[in-house]
């Protein structure tokens, strides 16, 4: 069984950085897409960061370019999600995900999900 485990969230004020990890078992990474997503209260899964784990290849929202880094770490089958000048905005609990083929930024057509890490961005 397909099991992402999440790891790094936590509390920060403005401006501050973390860096989120997600483990993956038994999942064949070659080929297929991880990312994350993130999903503050009241509102809509929202998509973050995507990487194709063959090529590399990556896609930003635009409401992270430029401050978020999504990277991977094959030997440790282990994706990450590097955020700097976090904003409170950036509260939201954060998702790892992954599905079988290319990178879509829709939720629902993600295979896997991890239980998602809390982040919190004060002010």
């Known amino acids: 069984q397909v099991q992402l485990v999440e790891s790094g969230g936590g509390s920060v004020q403005a401006g501050g950085s973390l860096r989120l990890s997600c483990v993956a078992s038994?999942?064949?990474?070659?080929?297929?897409?991880m990312g994350w997503f993130r999903q503050a209260p009241g509102k809509e899964r929202e998509w973050v960061a995507l990487?194709?784990?063959?090529?590399?290849?990556?896609m930003y929202a635009d409401s992270v370019k430029g401050r978020f880094a999504i990277s991977q770490d094959n030997a440790k089958d282990t994706l990450y999600l590097q955020m700097n000048h976090l904003k409170p905005e950036d509260t939201s609990i954060y998702y790892c995900?992954?599905?079988?083929?290319?990178?879509?930024?829709?939720?629902?057509?993600?295979?896997?999900w991890g239980q998602g890490t809390q982040v919190t961005v004060s002010s």
């Open positions: 038994k999942f064949t990474s070659a080929g297929n897409c």
């Open positions: 990487m194709h784990y063959s090529s590399g290849w990556a």
């Open positions: 995900a992954a599905k079988i083929g290319g990178c879509f930024y829709k939720s629902d057509l993600y295979n896997y």
